[in-house]
């Protein structure tokens, strides 16, 4: 494979990214000084702005205005129908050509008991648009995926294996977890007729909250109490946040598209920033940004 294929050039980009939405995410866009954001990580203006529309296909400005409060409000806005409406009605907005087309399967709650046993999970690191990303497979399909930074991989693995400790882990062919990154990180390859086959490995009560973030679309966003109140558990917010936050299939069950009921970019297990850069890489493949 040449290394220097779409998906391995935003990854090499990814690395000098995260430093500009870092920055950028520090104050609002109409304060942004990108002149000296570009000078800060050794670039000129001409040289940033090539830079992100190699990755995410927009400006700097563009991209900023996609991770400010305002852009959050405006998501949200966006959003509110969508969890009152069935999925099977589809969506009439771009956002739906890009979903992630996801099917899936909840694992035997045996499975979930035993917290793994008898359960084969294959696993390998491949770069992503959001850095290193951690992929788990088993024979039903896609189970987890979590992101890093380079280096950080051991313990990025640690912190997943947690989760279903009394698993058996191999590491996958490469192969194997390149073909499962292309199918996740490369919008060309979403596609209805091949879904993306994942299994959500959780209490009922968590996978019932992960389907419902497959409802919400790319660029849109939803809050905490209206997951709860979609699933009838209107005082769950708490809850929900928590099973949330232990979605082990990032990005593609999509728990970076939750806000804050103030419309705030509230925290991610893999970092805040780089839930910032998901949201505006989407912003911009649907076309709104």
């Not at 940033?48 to 900023?64: E, H, M, V």
């Not at 905490?224 to 769950?236: C, F, L, N, T, V």
């Not at 103030?262 to 893999?270: D, E, M, S, V």
């Amino acid at each position: 494979m040449n290394d220097m294929t779409p998906l391995f050039a935003r990854a090499q980009d990814y690395n000098q990214i995260k430093q500009v939405i870092a920055e950028i995410s520090e104050r609002p866009a109409d304060e942004h000084d990108f002149e000296k954001i570009a000078r800060d990580i050794g670039l000129n203006q001409r040289q940033l702005t090539a830079l992100f529309q190699r990755w995410a296909g927009i400006t700097p400005k563009a991209f900023s205005q996609c991770v400010t409060l305002n852009r959050a409000r405006k998501m949200l806005k966006e959003n509110v129908p969508l969890l009152d409406a069935s999925y099977e009605l589809g969506l009439s907005s771009a956002a739906r050509l890009y979903d992630l087309f996801v099917t899936h399967d909840g694992m035997p709650p045996g499975v979930y008991r035993a917290k793994g046993e008898g359960l084969e999970i294959r696993y390998g690191f491949h770069p992503s648009p959001f850095g290193q990303a951690l992929i788990m497979v088993t024979d039903y399909g896609l189970a987890g995926q979590a992101f890093c930074d380079e280096g950080e991989e051991k313990f990025a693995l640690e912190d997943m294996q947690k989760r279903w400790p009394n698993a058996h882990y191999v590491e996958a062919e490469p192969n194997e977890i390149s073909h499962w990154a292309s199918r996740i990180f490369d919008p060309q390859k979403w596609n209805i007729d091949d879904p993306v086959r994942i299994v959500m490995i959780g209490t009922d009560f968590e996978v019932r909250v992960w389907e419902t973030l497959l409802r919400i679309g790319p660029g849109q966003a939803t809050t905490y109490g209206d997951i709860a109140s979609s699933i009838g558990k209107p005082k769950a917010a708490r809850a929900v946040g928590a099973a949330v936050g232990r979605n082990p299939i990032s990005f593609v069950v999509p728990c970076h598209r939750v806000i804050g009921k103030n419309a705030k970019l509230t925290g991610y297990h893999w970092g805040l920033t780089r839930k910032q850069a998901i949201l505006g890489w989407e912003a911009a493949l649907v076309g709104d940004a």
